[in-house]
């Protein structure tokens, strides 16, 4: 069972937006950043997000982190085919002393 | 190109050990902490361990802390990971990542493709 939670699956239409949340606790979310990677099938992880809301130089601005209190948010819009893929939030967590990531959330463009 | 190449893994035995590599490239290693990062199969990520860009600080997950030991070479610009004790529960794909920072955790920019490790009698 992981520390951060997310759903487990999410879906949308292309075009539409979507949101995957992630919540924690006080040791982790409530007082360290978060961010968000992107795994599509058979490749290595991608960094998307970090410091709760900061894109990577070549990340595209549809995609956007938000964090309030121990919960964040990952939002995908103008959502497209290349976008299914499973996301991942993970932030530091003072009382393990050690990163936690959530569970992963399938990204399923219908 | 800014690379991350992982080594090392392979079939072990319950009670075996292996060392795991990273071979960085393309940025100055020394100023970027490190992170292992495993995978079992069709499981999401789990965070393994990390350590400064000096050397000086590692942190481990409780699940391996006592049996994996990180260390780093700045002078050849490689990641360790020593694993003891291994366990069946230990198979996984080891990928090596790097912080964007030399001693806070808050973002992995750049991913090795990762090395399998086997644990089975």
């Known amino acids: 069972q992981s520390v951060l939670t997310q759903p487990p699956s999410a879906s949308g239409t292309p075009g539409q937006r979507v949101t995957i949340s992630c919540s924690g606790g006080?040791?982790?979310?409530?007082?360290?950043?978060v961010d968000w990677y992107q795994q599509l099938p058979g490749t290595a992880p991608k960094l998307l997000i970090y410091?709760?809301?900061q894109r990577p130089s070549g990340v595209p601005d549809r995609f956007s982190g938000s964090k309030s209190g121990t919960s964040a948010s990952l939002a995908i819009s103008g959502l497209q085919s290349e976008d299914e893929a499973d996301y991942y939030c993970?932030?530091?967590?003072?009382?393990?002393?050690?990163?936690?990531f959530g569970g992963g959330t399938k990204l399923t463009v219908l | 190109e800014v690379q991350l190449l992982e080594s090392g893994g392979g079939l072990v035995q319950p009670g075996g050990s292996l060392r795991l590599s990273c071979a960085a490239s393309?940025?100055?290693?020394?100023?970027?902490?490190m992170s292992w990062v495993r995978q079992a199969p069709g499981k999401g990520l789990e965070w393994v361990s990390g350590?400064?860009?000096?050397?000086?600080?590692?942190y481990y997950a409780d699940s391996v802390k006592g049996r994996f030991t990180v260390s780093r070479d700045n002078s050849k610009n490689t990641l360790y990971l020593q694993m003891n004790s291994l366990r069946a529960e230990d198979t996984a794909v080891y990928s090596c990542?790097?912080?964007?920072?030399?001693?806070?955790?808050?973002?992995?920019?750049?991913w090795g493709r990762g090395t399998t490790v086997t644990v089975s009698s």
């Open positions: 990542a790097k912080e964007l920072h030399q001693r806070r955790y808050y973002g992995m920019d750049v």
């Open positions: 393309g940025f100055t290693f020394i100023n970027h902490a």
């Open positions: 350590i400064s860009g000096s050397g000086g600080t590692m």
């Open positions: 006080s040791s982790n979310i409530g007082s360290n950043t």
């Open positions: 410091s709760n809301d």
């Open positions: 993970a932030a530091w967590d003072d009382r393990l002393n050690g990163r936690v």
